[in-house]
């Protein structure tokens, strides 16, 4: 059973233009979600997170948005750069659990097309 | 860099086998994570180790161990081998409290 779903695991994106990766989760437990990149032979690098008090997150060029009712987060991504070129792996856990493990989708292949 | 060393990058052993990977969390860090990355799949969670004594259990085989050593290293032990063992193995750290991880560059293992 996936409890955290990247229904898309590819998307082109045009430089420039808005990337938006989708990731939904069944856990209602999960009360935060971290975004992660990762590279082809490197490990996945953290992007950012939201938590379940917030609707939305903001750092530079990426905003993660959190729908709980729809079980639903997005990480958008403007203006879209070459070096956008990724993995992007969705992964959510519940703080209550105590070990701060993640669940992570299976990623969504990102090419941003110069 | 995250500041997670792990060893070996790569490895390739035959099967019925046994390997350890070393990980080496951040500086100060007192959780240890490890991940299975195979072809298609997204990370799994494999265990958590804690100040040395294991916290949670994931999908981890009775084939495999772990353990978290004094000096906060970590050890993943995978027995005897078999071709869908074949894996990127990533080691992950926090300091426990914090709930962003983050994570070494992998151990790629290939089982022939």
């Known amino acids: 059973d996936q409890q955290v779903k990247q229904n898309s695991p590819s998307l082109s994106v045009q430089e420039g233009r808005i990337s938006i990766l989708n990731c939904d989760y069944t856990n209602s437990m999960f009360d935060y979600f971290l975004w992660y990149k990762k590279y082809p032979a490197e490990g996945p690098t953290f992007l950012i997170s939201?938590?379940?008090?917030?609707d939305k997150n903001e750092d530079g060029r990426f905003t993660v948005f959190l729908n709980k009712s729809a079980k639903h987060l997005s990480l958008h991504i403007v203006p879209s750069q070459p070096g956008d070129s990724a993995v992007y792996f969705c992964?959510?856990?519940?703080?209550?659990?105590?070990?701060?493990?993640?669940?992570f989708g299976k990623g969504t292949k990102l090419s941003v097309i110069p | 860099d995250s500041g997670v060393t792990q060893t070996p990058k790569h490895l390739i052993t035959a099967t019925g086998q046994r390997v350890t990977l070393r990980c080496s969390p951040r500086s100060g860090d007192l959780s240890v994570y490890w991940y299975q990355q195979s072809l298609d799949q997204g990370l799994q969670f494999l265990i958590q180790?804690?100040?040395?004594?294991?916290?949670a259990k994931g999908n981890i085989l009775e084939r495999f161990s772990a353990q978290q050593f004094p000096d906060l290293h970590s050890e993943l032990n995978l027995s005897s081998l078999e071709l869908g063992d074949s894996a990127l193995y990533f080691c992950?750290?926090?300091?426990?409290?914090?709930?962003?991880?983050?994570f070494g560059e992998g151990s790629w293992l290939t089982v022939v």
């Open positions: 992964a959510a856990g519940n703080s209550g659990a105590g070990s701060y493990q993640l669940t």
């Open positions: 992950a750290s926090t300091r426990g409290g914090g709930n962003t991880i983050y």
């Open positions: 939201i938590s379940s008090i917030k």
């Open positions: 180790y804690y100040n040395g004594e294991e916290r």
